[in-house]
Every structure is written in C-alpha cells, then in structure tokens.
C-alpha cells in the first residue's frame, strides 16, 4: 500500500484487531450497520477501471470491509478509504501487466493480487504468502469470487518453488527496494519485469539499492506515477527488467 506500514499490504495488521467487529455472518444487524456506516462509498471511477468486472470488485471489496479487521488483515483505520486508498490504488496498475504469468509476493489481503486479478482475467496470478490464516483468506476469496485465474501458495518468497519462472512480480507494502529485490528478482525469467507498489519515497528508494540492482542484475529501473488527475491519491510503481 502507499505509505502504509511496510508488510504485505495488510495495513498494519500483525497489531491486535481493536475496535467493534464487524465480521460478516456473526449474526448481528449492529455489525453490519457498523460497517455500512464507517465504509467509504464506491468512487465513480471505480467502474471504468473495472468494467464489466465491477462487481466481482465490489464484493471482494464488501468481504474485505466485513471481515478484515477481526481477520487480522487490515487496521482499524482503513475502512473510511478502503476505495480509494487500497481497492484503487491497486487497480490503477492493472495496464502494466502482460498476459501471461505474474507473481504477488507478500499478498495478505489481497492487495494488489486478487484486484489485479479482478481487472485483469487474461493474466494468470501466483499469490505468494507465508501465514497460513491470510493464505486461507485469499483461497476463500478466489473460491467465491470465482477466479479461475488465480492460484496461492503457501510460501515465504526465498522458498516458493514455481514449475516455471514468472513474467512479472508484484509486491505492495512488503518492503523497501533494497530487500524486496533479492525475493523478487530470482523469481522471473529471464527479461522478466518488476513491478512493485511503493510509497512516496520510491525515488529514494531506487538510489539506496545500487548494490543490490548490480547484484541481480536489475536493469531500466524507473519510478511510475500512476492515476495523476483521476485518483484522489496517486500509486507509484517501481518498474524494471531483470536479465
């Protein structure tokens, strides 16, 4: 997530859940109404970024608000830009992927794999997560939302064996350049292309990892700004091919 806490863009969520629940299926009129009341309504450009996929959006979007913060997947805080902050942020990125494989590391909630994987049925994805509670969260997910597109594994990515290298990876929120390139880069192909979600400290991100670029041979590293004029809050993309 941009300028969220750096960790799989579960929004800080290794923090105890605070606040009422609002898990879907407890059984209350009073949670849902919590939830109703606190999420931010769906902005309009949300249905040009999705299309005809909007409403597999919307619902991943409404599960995500339920349930989130008793699961542990996001902070207490976020429901009020869920939209525009989250759901959009990773949406915006979708024209950058090709279609054909592409890794999430880091998934956690789902942001950016499973919205990626809404706006974009013609990529096939790989979420690459290690906890066991978020990795049943996003079998859930692609389970009802229908993804055929989609597949998880349980994996830190050091140890993610893949039957084949993949064309792109993305990662949102998990760490800063400098680390995430060791995890991200032995997992492409040849000429395979990073695409990764960072905060407003990308630029300075890019100039601290100089060594690892060299190491791993990261080349045409260039620093995104996506959604200028459309999103109330911009994302900004590290983008570079490894060969």
Known sequence: MTDGPDRGGEFGADRTPRGKSIAAGDGTADAEQNAADVVEREPA?????????????????????????????????????????????CAIAAPLLRPRRVGDVGSGAGLPGLVLAIARPDVSFVLIEPMERRVAWLTEQVSALGLDNVEVMRARAEDARLPEPLDQVTARAVSAFRKLIPLTAPLLRDGGELVLMKGAGAAAEVEASAKEIRKYRVHDVEVLTLGEGVLDEVTRVIRATVR
């Open 45 to 89: 450009i949300a249905a040009s970024l999705f299309g005809e996929r909007l409403p597999l959006a919307r619902s991943f979007t409404h599960e995500l608000a339920a349930q989130g913060e008793e699961r542990g997947l996001i902070g207490p805080l976020e429901l009020p830009r869920l939209w525009t902050r989250h759901i959009l942020n």
